[in-house]
């Protein structure tokens, strides 16, 4: 019932719920949309974002620091968590290395 106008650099993460995406913004609520995640990877894995998870899409400017416990975990800027799968870990590295 509402549109969001929201800036690339201000999204954090996205989080998918079945098929809802929840985007979680920079110094603001987070935001609902009931679309699912892989319209918004395919929209903006251009602009940095990374699918690390099925379940999560991270800005990788965003990111504070990858630990590798429970296999990979992305601690992001305001200190929320994404989980890392073991088939994407070695990607995201690569992607974090280039930036």
Do not use: W
């Not at 809802?20 to 892989?38: A, D, E, H, R």
Request: proline share 3%; glycine share 4%.
């Amino acid at each position: 019932d509402k549109i969001h106008i929201v800036a690339i650099n201000e999204i954090i993460r996205c989080e998918a719920d079945a098929n809802y995406t929840t985007f979680t913004l920079l110094n603001k609520k987070p935001v609902v949309i009931s679309k699912p995640l892989k319209e918004y990877d395919e929209m903006l894995s251009p602009y940095g974002f990374f699918r690390c998870h099925n379940s999560h899409l991270v800005n990788l400017f965003m990111i504070d620091r990858l630990e590798k416990r429970e296999g990979g975990v992305l601690i992001m800027k305001d200190n929320s968590e994404a989980m890392v799968s073991s088939r994407k870990y070695s990607e995201l590295v690569n992607a974090i290395s280039q930036l």
